[in-house]
């Protein structure tokens, strides 16, 4: 059974830097076509792709927050972390952590976090 | 970026209604569409994947229809645990997109 939790700090203050972490079960980032990536939803919004990273290392990134994110697979254990600086209170949303395959993409989301950004 | 484009952005109806959902794209994207279904406060949930694959465990009463750049979402005979808002999907480019969603309401 495939389970995803994103955790990490949910209030910041503007230009803070937003580090996310997903901890996952359920299949392995080094099976061939395996991806975790990153969606966001501001409230009452329709939901928005950021990032996503495969089991071979490579990334991809919204292209108009590129300059902003990170993303990484974590040295050991289950976990992906995302990075987003330079936060604002436009970047206030619900962050979910996503499984994704090739053959099969997002099909597997977590509970999502809700992050908010207020002086 | 593949823009999508989704009517509408709501709609009251009554139980037992049929309830017609559209996402337009703004290219082709073959098959390469789901359909979620959000209630509030909680992730998204895939009813449709690959533009008409109900998935496991979703009643009968969603189908999904469509390729290229017309895709539509129908529920035949709504029912009260329908009401949410509803987003399609599109992952054929990389650049993921969402509609805009459509909340659909009890009359």
């Known amino acids: 059974q495939i389970t995803l939790r994103e955790s990490g700090l949910t209030v910041l203050k503007p230009t803070q830097t937003l580090t996310l972490t997903c901890s996952f079960s359920?299949?392995?980032?080094?099976?061939?076509?395996?991806?975790v990536g990153w969606i966001r939803q501001p409230p009452g919004k329709a939901p928005e792709w950021l990032a996503l990273?495969?089991?071979?290392?490579?990334?991809l990134y919204r292209p108009s927050l590129r300059s902003r994110l990170t993303i990484s697979k974590a040295t050991s254990g289950n976990h992906v972390v995302l990075i987003m600086t330079n936060m604002d209170p436009v970047d206030t949303a619900t962050y979910y952590c996503?499984?994704?395959?090739?053959?099969?993409?997002?099909?597997?989301w977590g509970q999502g976090t809700l992050v908010t950004v207020s002086a | 970026d593949i823009q999508m484009t989704q009517s509408p952005s709501s709609l009251s109806a009554s139980v037992g209604d049929r309830v017609t959902i559209t996402c337009r794209a703004s290219?082709?994207?073959?098959?390469?569409l789901d359909w979620y279904q959000q209630k509030l406060g909680k992730a998204p949930k895939r009813l449709i994947s690959?533009?008409?694959n109900l998935q496991s465990g979703v009643p009968s009463r969603f189908s999904g229809s469509g390729s290229g750049t017309e895709f539509t979402l129908t529920i035949s005979s709504l029912q009260p645990e329908d009401f949410a808002t509803y987003y399609c999907?599109?992952?054929?480019?990389?650049?993921?997109?969402f509609g805009g969603g459509t909340k659909v309401e009890i009359k």
């Open positions: 990273i495969y089991w071979n290392d490579d990334k």
């Open positions: 359920g299949f392995s980032l080094t099976s061939s076509g395996v991806g």
């Open positions: 290219q082709g994207i073959s098959n390469d």
């Open positions: 996503v499984h994704s395959s090739s053959w099969d993409p997002l099909d597997y």
């Open positions: 690959a533009a008409s």
């Open positions: 999907l599109q992952h054929n480019s990389y650049l993921v997109t």
